[in-house]
Structures are given as C-alpha cells and as structure tokens.
C-alpha cells in the first residue's frame, strides 16, 4: 500500500474514532453536514467567513429569507413582505413580525430586537466592520407607537433591492445579550450619523468586551436565537452540533409557510482535508458533501455502489469565471482589441477540462438561472483565432517579424500581454494555458504570472495589471453594480477594475438602483448586459455548477441555484418499509 494511501486510511480512522464519541454520535434523526474549516464565530454580527452563515442560519432568523423551492423570497420572522411607504426625503419599509415568534416561551421577539441587531451594526468598538458596510443603507427604525410587533426601516432609496435587503439580516435577542439594555441609551438614527460618544462609559466598554469576546460565540447559553435548534457542542475541528428546541414557535404555523424544522439534530463535521472528506462521504459517515470536484463527482455518478445510499446533484450558481482586461493600457483601450482576444478562447474547451463538462457557458454577469432578468439573445464570442486576426488587422494592429504593432496617435504599441491569476488555483492556470497557446497560434505572445491572492488584489486594485482571471458571484435579488461597474469606482482603490464604463452604462447601473418598475429592470438590465458584451472589458466563460451529495435515507430535499443550494431543515426521513 502507498504511503499517501496508509496516511488518508489513519486520517479516516481517526476521525471515525472522534465521531462515534456521545457528544458527536448521531441519533437516528440526525444529518450530518461536511465543513471544510471552522467558523471564525458563530455570532452573525462579527462574520467574516461563510461558514458562520453556515451554520448560523440554523439558530437565528431574519425577517427575510430565501425559498429554495421557486429561487425567490419569502417571510421568514415576518408575517408578510414588507410594504414601502414613501417619506420626505426617504423611505419606509413596513414590517411586522409573526406574532408567533419568540426566542423561548415567554420572550417574543419584537422590534426592540431589531433595533438592537441594527445598533450592533454601527456601535463603535464592535468586530462589526463587515456588517457596517453591508447595511450602511439602513438610516433609522420606526417604533410602532402601540404594537412592538410593528416598525418600519427607514432608509434614503426606494430601490427595490431594499425589499429584500432591509429583511437580510440575522436579528439577535436584545436580552441575552444586552440584558442591563446599555445599547438603548442611543437612538438608532444617532447612531447611523455618528452623533454618540462611548469614552469612559464603563457599563459600555463591559457590553463591548463580552461581545467581542470570542468565548461569547461558543457559550450555548448565548447562541440560542429564534430558529429550532441551538448549540450544544462545539468541538475545533471535530464538530458542532446543534439540537432541536423542545418547544418551538415555528411548530404552529401551517406547512405553506415553509417554516419547518424536521431533523431533531443537524451535526457540522468539520473536516479540513478534502480526500479524507470523500472517504467519510463514501463510507457513510456524512450525510451531505458539497462542493465536490468535477472530477470526483463524475467518478460518483458511476459507482454503482454509492448511488445505492446517495443521491447527486448539480444545481446551476450565480458564481462565474472571467477575464479583466485593462482598458487603462493604449493596446487594449478599444473594444476591437478586446472584442478579438474573446475569440482565443476555446469555452468549451475550457470546461471539458476544468469542470468535465458540468458548468455553463456565461454571455454577462447574469446567471441563465435567472430567467427573467438573462439576456438570452446574446451571442457567446465563438473560438475563432482567424477571426480573431481579421479583428486586430481591422484596428489597425500588423504582424511584421513575428510582432504585432500599430501606430496609435504617434506612438507604436505592441500587442502582447500578461495573465495574471492566483496561485495555486488549477481552473485559472488550465485557462490561462489555453488562451496562451491560441494567442500563440496567430503571433501574440503572452507570459503567465501566478501570484499570491493577496498581491493580485492589491495589483488590481492599483490597477497594475494587464489580464487577470477571477471569480464573482452574482444575487439574483440584489443589481446595484455600481461598486463594480460604474466609472465612479473605475479610480484606484475602487473594484471597477477593468475601467469599464460608458455614459449611457453608467446611466444604467444609476437608474436600476432607483427605478423600483420591474418592467423597466428587464429592459435596463438587457440593455446593459449587451453593452458588456460589446465593450468586453470583462470576458466570460462560464458558471459554476455546484456538486452535492445527500444520503437517500431522506425525502423532501429541495436543490437550488442559491446558496448553500439546499435547506437542511426540510430534510425527512424515510419510512421503514
């Protein structure tokens, strides 16, 4: 037996030895979930990685929340979508919390809550930076003068993103963990403007040192929100295991809501070492695996074996890969340029080979999952380098000794480029060989330039660049491009990294955000995906299709495009034949 073989096989028998221990042991009605690392904290207000949410998810709730059953939204703590009132100078979004809900019996949950959750975004002091940029657009909250069921949030735009966003968000009891209510001394609105002042406030510096305290993330008498299940153990780098409340409000409300929580218990295994995760999943020992490589997950679909307990799936994602190019630079400042490198790139080459054909090609940043808003008349730049060559000849560009060249309001340029992507990441370098060898083929040279993540951020940031590959994921609820699209963040330290932009683009990405017509977001948004297409600062290949396994022993699981692609909490057991 290899060395690499026998080292996996004690790495498995490890883990089994910590799984069969009663703190991680199963019950019968039990799924277990593959995490590939740790969360940094389990309190939702001091995220900084995905795997909070994760897990998270499962014991608070928002007012919002998405339905994996139509890819859309529904009410979560809310009885209803909010309603939008416009105000002077801003707006009103309207909500009220089921009167069914609280945190235990005896605690509804209310407004004050709300607010509560909203101040931990903005109090100074607080591990809050991620949140306090994510919802800068909330400006205030509106008590109900009578029913501390009843508030509106109040912002400056109407847009209607905001029906959404102003729901998205995880709300925490304001008496666990605020119990002397040292937060309420500031109204919210003063806050947002930064109107308050903390220095010597010493029952507030105690609130902060608990709530930055990361032994306050772990303590099971604090991580217990409204969902059905709270934390019982959290085990680094084994497991986290959240059990089902004995008494839980969402029992009483019809299945039409789509509140449910079936499993008694939802087990987090975290397993760092995807190998030795593959050889838990085809050994039984996890319930549910995602993020499986094409590769593996072809090779699943193949054992006879394993489909006998499991079932795969593939859902469509708002995730894509794509090229930037630098407009900033003379030789690509024309869209003719860019428009002829879009065509020395063989797509489906591309996800052959990375993906083993489980992805789809991508026209724009929209998803074909999200038909309504997906431009379908755009036609993908096919492979072509001849046409890629009658391209650069049309602008101007002359091969001569092996050379591109022009002349450019009398400068020469030279047609010749540099691809920079993350180490380390097989999909991008795959890419990156491809459009090499097919620049190469009609005289373009190019050289690649791997680099460490955080250098690549801070040379497209800088804009010292050429072409890089990289990842976005896009929100099918949410279209404010302005961060990435709009000529406004096209300055150094902005995300527009391409430069893209024109008057009428920028016009776009403005009137989207504000025009709450969802007729008039159709047009918008195929009008602006064209424009992208002509003007090819970004090319894109293709989305990510994502690759899960769940054991058949349940029924009632709903796949979808959105994230985490699954809802645990419908999961249902088979009956015993």
């Known amino acids: 037996m290899r060395l690499h073989t026998v080292l996996i096989l004690l790495a498995f028998l490890s883990l089994s030895g910590c799984f069969s221990s009663d703190e991680g042991a199963e019950s019968v009605n039990s799924v277990s979930v593959r995490l590939a690392q740790n969360p940094e904290t389990l309190n939702p207000v001091s995220y900084v990685d995905q795997y909070t949410f994760r897990v998270s998810n499962y014991i608070y709730q928002s007012l919002l929340t998405i339905d994996h059953r139509n890819n859309g939204i529904r009410p979560q703590l809310a009885v209803d979508l909010p309603t939008v009132e416009a105000v002077d100078s801003g707006f009103l979004y309207h909500y009220e919390i089921r009167p069914e809900a609280n945190w235990s019996p005896g605690h509804p949950v209310t407004s004050e809550d709300v607010a509560f959750t909203i101040k931990l975004f903005f109090l100074p002091r607080l591990n809050n930076d991620k949140a306090s940029v994510d919802y800068q657009f909330i400006r205030g909250l509106v008590p109900h003068p009578t029913n501390p069921k009843k508030f509106a949030i109040y912002c400056e735009s109407g847009a209607d993103d905001l029906k959404l966003l102003t729901g998205d968000f995880l709300i925490l009891p304001r008496h666990l963990f605020d119990n002397e209510n040292v937060t309420g001394q500031w109204p919210l609105h003063d806050l947002v403007a930064g109107k308050i002042d903390t220095q010597g406030n010493a029952p507030y510096d105690r609130f902060v040192r608990k709530f930055n305290d990361p032994a306050t993330s772990r303590d099971s008498t604090m991580i217990t929100g409204s969902h059905a299940y709270h ?104 869209s003719d340029t860019r428009r002829a490198l879009a065509h020395l790139l063989d797509v489906s080459q591309i996800i052959e080979l990375n993906e083993y054909g489980i992805a789809q090609p991508a026209t724009g940043m929209i998803s074909p999952a999200d038909s309504a808003h997906f431009n379908d008349n755009i036609v993908p730049y096919p492979y072509n380098p001849e046409r890629a060559r009658a391209i650069l ?162 029924t009632n699981v709903t796949i979808s495009s959105l994230q985490p692609g699954y809802e645990l909490t419908n999961f249902t057991l088979k009956e015993e034949d």
């Open 231 to 334: 934390l019982v153990a959290w085990e680094t780098d084994k497991y986290i295991t959240l059990k089902r409340k004995k008494e839980w409000w969402g029992d009483k409300l019809p299945a039409s809501s789509g509140i449910s929580a079936k499993p008694d218990e939802i087990i987090f295994r975290i397993i760092p070492d995807y190998n030795t995760s593959l050889l838990m999943l085809k050994a039984g020992r996890i319930d549910l695996m995602d993020n499986i490589t094409s590769s593996d997950f072809r090779q699943l679909k193949k054992d006879k074996a394993f489909l006998q307990n499991y079932s795969l799936y593939s859902p469509s994602t708002y995730k894509f890969i794509y090229l930037g190019l630098n407009d900033r630079l003379p030789k690509l400042a024309d």
């Open 393 to 554: 000849e049309d602008a101007g560009w002359q091969q001569k000794d092996g050379t591109w060249t022009r002349e450019k309001r009398g400068t020469k340029q030279e047609l010749g480029f540099v691809i920079t992507y993350k180490s380390g990441t097989p999909a991008y370098e795959t890419i990156a060989l491809i459009l090499q060898e097919a620049a190469a083929s009609i005289g373009i040279k190019t050289e690649l330039k791997p680099v460490e993540g955080a250098v690549l951020s801070e040379s497209l940031r800088n804009h010292e660049f050429e072409i890089f590959i990289g990842a976005l994921r896009g929100n099918p609820f949410a279209y404010d491009f302005r961060p990435i699209l709009h000529t406004d963040a096209s300055g150094k330290g902005g995300y527009n990294y391409t430069g893209f932009g024109t008057t009428e683009s920028d016009s776009l990405v403005d009137t989207i955000v504000k025009d709450t017509s969802a007729t008039n977001r159709v047009n918008y948004l195929y009008r602006l995906q064209e424009i992208l297409h002509e003007e090819a600062n970004i090319i894109y290949l293709y989305f990510i299709q994502d690759k899960i396994a769940i054991h058949s022993r349940f």
